[in-house]
């Protein structure tokens, strides 16, 4: 079966506020459970485009959201984001093309809405893949410096433009496209979010199926790993890969997410989709 890749806008309300969120609709005939992907800060719903490419997941329904401000989604005229509104925003979306019982991908900073989202509706929510999520304050290390007025995303990109790195290369193109505004307003939702260590809690104990994936030069900045393999959360290192390794190496990356809905697909008693 042939994906039908349908960019969607949404016209909501969230804290008495309109908000429009443009998301991706793929493949909603598909077979399997379905996956809804939350992006990183900075990044856009087109970087779960890679799926396509995955047998384990090219045939399953597929939402991917970009937050406001980035990607096709405006941000507010005025004020700021919450994490609230994320969450609804989000839902706003997932109910209205369709969905009931899904699993999460969450990257980076959007790991921490898919941790929330879950904490709300956990009866949606069969899985949750934490790809290089923030959870933690030493995880917050470059949102910390935007949301304290210390570093600008213009700093970021060039700062990155010219990395050794092709996902924080591609990062850095990127950028520039993303509302200044909605950026900062989400680098102070994730060390808020992140301050406490409450959230690498509640991850570890949550009571659904898991999988925390991280590229492999990043294993210095996670502190982490063994205590969620010591919690039973199971950890998948993404060789030759950064911060972003649906860039740095989508093949491990797209397959270790695919192997894990396929053994979300037997738990759940869902037909795996197959290739054509």
Partial sequence: MLAMHRTKWLETTVSDRALTLAYTDISSEGTGLPTVYFHGWGCT?????????????????????????????PYLKEGSITMNDLIQGMHDVI??????????????VGNLVAIRYAQRYPGQVAG??????????????MTAEVAADRTTRNDLIARFQNSDNVGFRRYAEGLASVNERAFVDLAKIAVQQCESGEMLNTFRHMHFFKLFLYGEEDVHTLDYLRLLEESGVPVEKIAHSSHFPGIDNPADYYSKIGEFMVG??????YPTPRPA
């Fill in 45 to 73: 719903k087109a970087d779960f485009e890679g799926a396509e490419a995955e047998p384990n997941l090219a045939g399953r329904w597929r939402l991917a959201v970009d937050f406001p401000g980035h990607g096709d989604s």
């Fill in 95 to 108: 109910t209205t093309a369709g969905m009931s019982r899904f699993a999460l991908v969450g990257h980076s």
């Fill in 128 to 141: 949750l893949v934490n790809v290089v999520g923030n959870m933690t304050a030493n995880d917050c290390f």
């Fill in 264 to 269: 979300l697909d037997e738990a759940f008693g």
